[in-house]
């Protein structure tokens, strides 16, 4: 399947002619970037390709601050389209200085919020440079970028060049081929992506769940049943958290909110968990 990855850069494209011009069978569009940043085109762009039946990705550029909170504004900003969409993490200079358990952090935090795991996109040079064992061992997918060259590409290629090994991953899901490429309709360059498998392949990478329901503000009971230890430590306590309804962000706040209430009386209590699990139901009622 034929794919080109597109950010502000291309803020003049106009999707519906290219896919009319070309063999086209998707697009990803850059979503996000750091912790704020947020591409002004990436709801016009993906509402019509929604519209319009066309598989899409949406992507992250990893900035390489804080992973969590970078992993947190990028499902925040396309939470609604979660299941319908492949999610990506690109991962690139700046964020490869930081090292694969940066980015394992980041993936395995969009993974806790959403369910679904982002392909990785990074450069084939990149996964025999870094260590991605425990990050291929957990399955998350590669989106390779390697350039035979830096000349001019007219319309897709059926076989681009490729060269060399991506171990620890088995091989690649998609591979970005060139950012020299143009299609009628479009006077700018693209790149051009080429997928390793059909629609319904693409499908599978989305994820098979819907866009989350709205999450509970917590109650006294599951601040409690936290704290006495009832959905186990992270990650999989933000997971039980989720399925039972609940914000996992807003519980945690909560809880933070009543130990710096407990740190007060920590003194006459001794640090009496009972008591701090009573603090709750009092102060929440």
């Given at each position: 399947m034929n794919f080109i990855d597109i950010a502000s850069w291309q803020g003049g494209i106009d999707l519906a002619k290219v896919f009319e011009e070309n063999p086209l069978d998707g697009v990803i569009v850059k979503a996000t970037e750091a912790t704020a940043y947020v591409n002004p085109y990436y709801k016009q762009w993906t509402d019509w390709l929604l519209e319009n039946g066309k598989p899409f990705g949406v992507y992250h550029f990893c900035a390489g601050g804080d992973a969590i909170a970078e992993a947190t504004?990028?499902?925040?900003?396309?939470?609604?389209?979660?299941?319908?969409?492949?999610p990506c993490a690109d991962y690139e200079n700046p964020a490869t200085n930081k090292g694969t358990a940066w980015l394992k952090k980041f993936l395995d935090r969009f993974y806790e919020l959403s369910g679904v795991k982002c392909l990785i996109y990074c450069s084939q040079s990149i996964?025999?440079?870094?260590?991605?064992?425990?990050?291929?061992?957990?399955?998350?997918?590669?989106?390779?970028?390697?350039?035979?060259?830096?000349?001019?590409?007219?319309?897709?290629?059926?076989?681009?060049?490729?060269h060399g090994s991506v171990s620890p991953f088995l091989g690649y899901a998609m591979h970005q081929y060139t950012s020299c490429g143009y299609l009628d309709g479009y006077s700018g360059r693209l790149d051009f992506d080429l997928f390793y498998g059909n629609e319904q392949?693409?499908?599978?990478?989305?994820?098979?769940?819907?866009?989350?329901?709205?999450?509970?503000?917590?109650d006294p009971a599951v601040v409690a049943d936290v704290l006495d230890g009832k959905y186990g430590i992270n990650p999989g306590r933000i997971t039980k958290l989720r399925e039972a309804g609940y914000d996992p962000d807003k519980v945690q706040a909560k809880i933070n909110e009543l130990y710096s209430v407990a740190d007060k009386v920590r003194p006459i209590v001794k640090s009496n968990l009972d008591y701090i699990n009573s603090l709750v139901k009092i102060i929440e009622n």
């Open positions: 504004h990028f499902y925040n900003t396309v939470r609604d389209n979660i299941g319908k969409c492949v996964t025999q440079s870094q260590n991605f064992d425990a990050i291929a061992r957990e399955g998350y997918r590669l989106w390779m970028a390697q350039y035979a060259d830096y000349q001019n590409v007219y319309g897709f290629k059926e076989n681009p060049w490729h392949d693409w499908k599978d990478l989305c994820g098979d769940q819907e866009a989350p329901t709205v999450l509970k503000d917590p």
